[in-house]
């Protein structure tokens, strides 16, 4: 056979311990081919051979090792392997290997001779890089727990393999790196051990059945089959081409080359564990370990997804033993230069909104970069947005107090028969700067690492670091946009005009703002373009269109308002800052003296009691970007000042007005939840008031007292509840009737606020519709 050459060069002037990986009559022939060409060009050097199996080698050959590694300290260890080159094997082996955990690019030994047959070049010998005896044992005296000559030979082992890896990482490219030997590796690490000892019960045998639960990798067909098997699921209903920013993956690829990274990813669909892994592959980046519920590991999906790059986790890390395991695990991928992902919110957004960052399993990451395992680690932020979702109709189910469905064989089927219902459109990813840990937490082994409170600090303000470049590039979209305005109509259809010039204010808001936006959203541009956007989300999906008389008209029916909900929320952060500009010059109006003082005191307030809604700037930061929001019009301290009309023009002149739009259905939520207080325990539970709240919420819509369906929602009465708390409206106190009366009676002031920003916002629609009335007379 001639399908042997060497890609990795040795010395063979000296004496070497050739450690070859065979195991099949096709694979000994390439060996000895190749130790036949090494002899004929090193006739003087003593070349000896051992062979290993692919599996444990057994004790025979174990004890042939030992003696072979006794025999001469100065002697060079040379791992070979017969390396398969992809290709030629039906998928449905390749299918049946990966489900088994065998190589699914090594083809069954009937096969080997038929295919080298035909070509030979499938095929080749590879050697990684050589050590000498002294070098490995010095090296297993250092990191490991290893005692006798049998513990120092799969010592030995263990190395050659990773040398192998690497030479064949270097050939297929770097998507295909995946940790090998992590069990066996961490066990025997002297490091592990003596953490190990100081646990109570803690046993090596108990570690190691946890790593194994823990257990995960890429197996090169995977490589290929899981991005390819995710396309086709989103494709069923997607647009199969994701929308990057190309300048973004360059850049985070040479980042990537430098330092191990977390991607973080925003997290609005069970698709995006699909996505990340897609967008690694297709771009030809390092792949990624996916952190997920150990929920998720059911039927066949458990051992496919863990040969995918998915480590399942328990969801209650109380054991001691499991947490310590699972901070090591971090610690050793890490170490290892191995990317990991998960969302950084924890769980999917039922709200459209980010959620507050999760800090538990980045503290372990921290912990490996405190401990000098990485002289830096990037977090990757990663905005996932989507035009549509069908999810959005089980997040209005949980937000009318509905239960999550378990997941399982059917429910997977389900999801993935849904995907093909209707055409999503489009989905974007960005990948914006990486946040380096080092610039948040200072040095390796520096004081953070023994304060506490300040790690905990500076992980909050690194977390919220990322979360804040997610916000910045996560495009607007027609979506979010038509359903923000529809919202806003409480149920009052709109024709295509009406649509078209009310919305033209919000875009050229973001056009001034410089805030990404998507084709789609540029395109409401044109009345083509928002003809195109409500089409898309008709038939109930939010939208309802009315096409029986005159001219086809469109709206939002109660029962949608929670799943348009979810796609206003989605753009809540690009109007969040104008909106509250809105609502403090409303409160400035009313204030009797120092109407700039109270300007700015209700723009902090208001801050405040939605900061578990969204996120803000620290403090000064947020007060410059308000005054930046008031910079559209000149001098206007001195016409806050004034107060009374000239705010009333201030409000007038301000383009778009949407604070109504974008944070009535909160505050409305927030008055719910502070009105069924007013009569509730001091320590009522969040399940008890939650059930009050729809109850309450549900009479005041119907009656007409809140005018937005979606703020009776579980959904934004657990944020109120944490409002509330945070009030301390949740504490007996001799006052606290008087405070909880006090904090209703400024929502329900707020909410006033907002009626007289909306009765503006109404004036400049009926302006313009006048002025498209006179145009179309006079045409």
Do not use: C
Request: proline share 5%; net charge negative; charged share 30%.
């Amino acid at each position: 056979m001639t399908g042997a050459d060497h890609l990795a060069s040795f010395s063979t002037t000296e004496d070497a311990l050739v450690l070859a990986s065979v195991s099949s009559p096709a694979e000994r022939e390439l060996l000895n081919d190749w130790l036949e060409r090494q002899r004929r060009e090193h006739p003087d050097s003593n070349v000896e051979v051992l062979e290993l199996p692919y599996e444990d080698p057994p004790p025979t050959v174990l004890a042939r090792l030992v003696e072979e590694l006794e025999s001469d300290e100065d002697r060079s260890v040379v791992p070979v392997r017969v390396f398969w080159v992809p290709g030629g094997l039906p998928t449905r082996l390749k299918v049946v290997a990966l489900l088994s955990g065998r190589d699914t690019y090594r083809p069954p030994e009937l096969l080997q001779r038929r295919i080298l047959k035909k070509d030979p070049s499938r095929a080749r010998v590879v050697a990684g890089e050589p050590a000498k005896v002294s070098e490995l044992r010095q090296q297993w005296s250092d990191t490991t727990v290893g005692e006798n000559p049998r513990e120092f030979a799969r010592f030995v082992i263990r190395r050659a393999i990773l040398a192998i890896e690497r030479v064949e990482l270097r050939l297929l490219g770097p998507e295909y790196k995946s940790p090998r030997l992590v069990k066996p590796e961490m066990l025997e690490s002297a490091r592990f051990r003596e953490g190990l000892e100081k646990i109570p019960g803690a046993t090596v045998d108990r570690a190691g059945a946890m790593l194994d639960e823990l257990a995960t990798g890429w197996s090169r067909f995977s490589v290929d089959l899981i991005p390819a098997s995710g396309r086709a699921i989103f494709s069923r209903g997607f647009d199969p081409n994701i929308d990057y920013d190309r300048a973004e993956v360059e850049s985070m690829r040479r980042a990537l080359e430098t330092h191990p990274a977390v991607l973080l990813f925003s997290h609005r669909s069970y698709l995006d564990g699909v996505i990340v892994p897609v967008a690694m592959r297709e771009n030809r980046l390092p792949p990624v370990y996916t952190f997920a519920g150990i929920n998720l590991s059911f039927g066949f999906m458990g051992p496919l997804m863990r040969r995918s790059g998915v480590i399942f986790i328990r969801r209650k890390i109380d054991d001691p033993l499991y947490k310590y395991v699972l901070k090591e695990f971090v610690g050793y991928i890490v170490e290892k230069r191995f990317n990991l992902t998960w969302s950084i919110e924890g769980t999917r957004s039922r709200t459209g909104k980010m959620l507050p960052p999760k800090l538990g399993l980045l503290s372990y990451v921290a912990d490996a970069y405190l401990e000098g395992r990485a002289d830096d680690i990037l977090l990757q932020p990663v905005s996932i947005s989507f035009d549509q979702l069908h999810e959005t109709a089980e997040y209005a189910a949980y937000a009318r107090g509905g239960e999550k469905t378990p997941e399982g064989l059917s429910w997977l089927y389900n999801f993935i028969k849904a995907q093909g219902e209707r055409n999503y459109g489009k989905i974007y990813v960005r990948f914006p700067e990486a946040v380096s840990m080092r610039q948040y937490l200072g040095p390796a082994h520096g004081p953070i690492a023994q304060d506490k409170a300040a790690k905990r600090l500076a992980m909050q303000k690194m977390a919220i670091e990322v979360a804040w470049r997610i916000l910045r590039v996560t495009p607007v979209n027609a979506t979010g946009l038509v359903s923000a305005l529809l919202l806003a109509t409480r149920g009052v259809a709109l024709d295509l005009d009406q649509l078209h010039h009310t919305l033209q204010d919000s875009v050229d808001y973001l056009e001034r703002k410089q805030t990404p936006m998507t084709n789609s959203a540029l395109r409401l541009r044109t009345p083509e373009g928002v003809r195109a956007a409500v089409d898309a989300l008709s038939n109930g999906h939010p939208v309802t269109r009315v096409d029986s008389g005159w001219e086809p008209v469109w709206r939002i029916a109660p029962e949608d308002e929670h799943e348009a909900a979810f796609y206003r929320n989605s753009l809540i952060h690009a109007f969040l800052e104008t909106s509250i500009v809105e609502l403090a010059l409303a409160h400035a109006g009313r204030a009797e003296s120092d109407r700039l003082e109270a300007f700015w005191s209700q723009a902090m307030r208001l801050r405040d009691l939605l900061k578990f809604d969204f996120y803000f700037a620290d403090s000064a930061a947020f007060r410059d970007h308000i005054a930046e929001e008031m910079s559209w019009h000149e001098d206007w301290e001195a016409h806050v000042a004034a107060g009374g009309e000239e705010i009333t023009k201030l409000l007038r002149a301000k383009r778009p007005l949407i604070a109504g739009a974008m944070l009535r259905p909160f505050f409305e939520a927030y008055a719910i939840v502070a009105d069924v207080l007013r009569d509730a325990p001091a320590e009522i539970s969040e399940k008890d008031l939650t059930k009050q709240a729809l109850g309450v919420g549900r009479q005041y819509f119907a009656q007409g007292r809140i005018r937005s369906n979606e703020a009776v929602s579980a959904l934004l009465f657990a944020t109120a509840r944490q409002v509330a708390a945070d009030q301390q409206l949740l504490e007996n106190a001799a006052d606290l009737n008087e405070r909880r009366a006090a904090f209703l009676a400024e929502l329900r002031s707020i909410l006033n606020d907002m009626d007289e920003v909306e009765k503006v916002a109404g004036q400049q629609f009926f302006a313009r519709e006048m002025e498209r009335r006179l145009r179309t007379e006079t045409a």
